[in-house]
């Protein structure tokens, strides 16, 4: 007979994972968790607390898949490397974004997360207030990207040639729009996920120039 693995609270955190890859947060309960382990519900609680302490756990361990630069890497690819993973792990799960927002409880994953990359900046000669400026306008290009990366009307494996047909926009009322689609769109193997590294350039370029300026005093 085969023993059954002790429960945990890194184990109850990773099926409730799990439970919501497959059917979001609201399929998330102590029930719906203790089924994907084989559990009763109940047995849960001697691990966490209820479905607040499982969400609060569920948000830190987002951070333990967000791979974290070193204090002493250079700022600029550290940076970048971990906004590439960022967006990897909120892309992957999309009930991420929303939950890392909304918890009250930082746990010690999302707390070593961002004392490291504030440490890298500061490092890097950063300032502590733009150190925050940095850390702050990063995460809001990258949250903002992925937002917008999953709510696209595309559904997987569309073309952006067969939506853009779909929505048949009149050349006449948006000239401009019309004239963007033709010369990015059609006809090309456009996907939007490209933008993502010309506009996070952008942002590391503007952070670059505003640490010389703080530097020349």
Known sequence: MTERRPLSRERIVTAAAAVADRSGLAGVSMRSVGKELGAEA???YHHVAGKDDLLDGLADWVFTCIELPG???????????RAVSSRAALS????ALGLVES?????PALLRHHDTVLGCLRRGGFSVALAAHAFSVIDAYVYGFVLTELNLPMQTGEQADELVVELGIPA????HLTEMIAEQVMGRDYSYADEFDFGLDLVLDGLEAALAEAAAG
């Open 42 to 44: 109940m047995s849960l």
């Open 172 to 175: 006449e009322d948006y000239p």
């Open 103 to 107: 918890r009250r409880n930082p746990g």
């Open 92 to 95: 992957a799960h999309p009930w």
């Open 71 to 81: 204090l002493d890497d250079p700022w600029r690819p550290a940076m970048r490397e």
